[in-house]
């Protein structure tokens, strides 16, 4: 008895001094109470477009929200990514669009609005710029600083720039596509710098997808069901090489400032690829929609639009937005995957880990491309 006695401190002894070895992980068990703020296109937008257009949104009616049977103006069949992310941080409530009143934004907002780009100002939206400007004109009557540096920024946008660009200069030599790129890609920077002085400390930056495998894309190109259109690929490429660098010069140069990375290009990527290694049977076109990829006019009352019988078997529900399978998806691998997937952390372990400590890990650029092989991309990243 004595001696199970001993071995019983021995062991509460080892633990002890195992669990003040590494604070980090310890606190890192339960979630703070923190926001979650998200910025960027219809891919983030929870509802926002209804509330800068007198026109009848589609996705404010039967059948997006389909599978909640909840048309709530988000762009998908159900919830979005940003709800599942949500969901796993512990907050009990869905996060509101920001533009409609008297809403209950004490866990954040969604400050997203389809259409919306970096350049240029869009027709009844918000570019990324003005939703940050949104953000400071809300932020004294509902957020102090303290809960803000804590909070998540989730940013997703780029995709409209790119798409009205090829749209516009079909023609486009190299050099115009890297200046084009170069100049989303600053302002970008800007609008990240401007949220970080407004306190903001914790972002979240999603790659784009690529965007010429898109069905809406396929369908205005006619690239067939097995081809993508590799200008906008390449165009989306561009702009993500430059996301994990830039944001590696703020970490070192802006005092508590901390980030991870989406790899959405390559997630999307390895669906389209590989489809029924994720459970989906239809990855080149839409669940809803018309046309040769079913990718246009879901929604709209002037369309006859096909809906399939299943959406959880299509990675996309209309010509540009995932199923909220998909989606579920994301949120997943937003909130609990390894560096091949998001990097250097994940939401997880970016929401616990603490303000104003540098980060100990930084962005480093894929190694392996699942262009290239059947492979999953793998990452990696080191010490600073």
Not at 300 to 322: A, M
Request: with cysteine.
């Amino acid at each position: 008895m004595a001696g199970n006695g001993s071995l019983a401190t021995v062991l509460g002894l080892i633990l002890v001094l195992t669990l003040f070895h590494n604070p980090i992980t310890v606190a890192g068990q339960s979630i703070p109470a923190v926001a979650l703020f998200t910025f960027g296109d219809s891919n983030f937008d929870a509802g926002n477009k209804q509330s800068l257009t007198k026109a009848n949104v589609p996705q404010g009616f039967w059948p997006y929200g389909k599978s909640r049977d909840d048309p709530n103006g988000k762009f998908s069949d159900g919830f979005i990514a940003p709800d599942f992310v949500a969901k796993f941080m512990g907050i009990p409530i869905e996060i509101p669009a920001a533009l409609k009143p008297n809403v209950n934004v004490s866990r954040g907002a969604s400050f997203a609005v389809a259409d919306a780009t970096l350049l240029g100002a869009p027709v009844e939206s918000l570019n990324l710029n003005q939703q940050v400007r949104k953000f400071n004109q809300m932020k004294a009557s509902n957020w102090n600083d303290d809960f803000v540096k804590k909070s998540l920024f989730m940013i997703y946008i780029g995709a409209n720039d790119y798409l009205n660009f090829t749209k516009n200069n079909p023609i486009a030599d190299a050099s115009a596509q890297q200046a084009f790129v170069t100049s989303v890609t600053n302002k970008l920077k800007n609008d990240i710098s401007l949220l970080y002085a407004s306190g903001a400390s914790k972002f979240v930056i999603q790659t784009l997808a690529p965007l010429g495998c898109l069905p809406i894309v396929r369908q205005d190109y006619n690239t067939g069901m097995d081809q993508c259109h590799e200008t906008l690929n390449n165009l989306a490429k561009q702009h993500n090489d430059k996301i994990g660098p830039m944001l590696n010069e703020m970490a070192r140069t802006a005092p508590g400032f901390q980030f991870t990375v989406f790899d959405f290009y390559n997630v999307i990527l390895r669906r389209t690829q590989r489809s029924l290694n994720y459970r989906f049977l239809v990855t080149n076109s839409s669940c809803c929609g018309v046309g040769t990829h079913n990718a246009y006019g879901c929604g709209f009352p002037n369309v006859h639009s096909k809906l399939c019988e299943y959406q959880r078997s299509y990675l996309f529900f209309d010509g540009r937005h995932n199923t909220e399978k998909a989606q579920e998806s994301f949120g997943h691998l937003l909130f609990g995957a390894d560096p091949n997937v998001i990097q250097p952390m994940n939401v997880r372990e970016l929401v616990t880990y603490p303000v104003d400590e540098p980060m100990r890990e930084f962005w480093l650029p894929t190694t392996s491309s699942v262009s290239d092989s059947t492979s999953s991309s793998s990452h990696g990243y080191e010490f600073y």
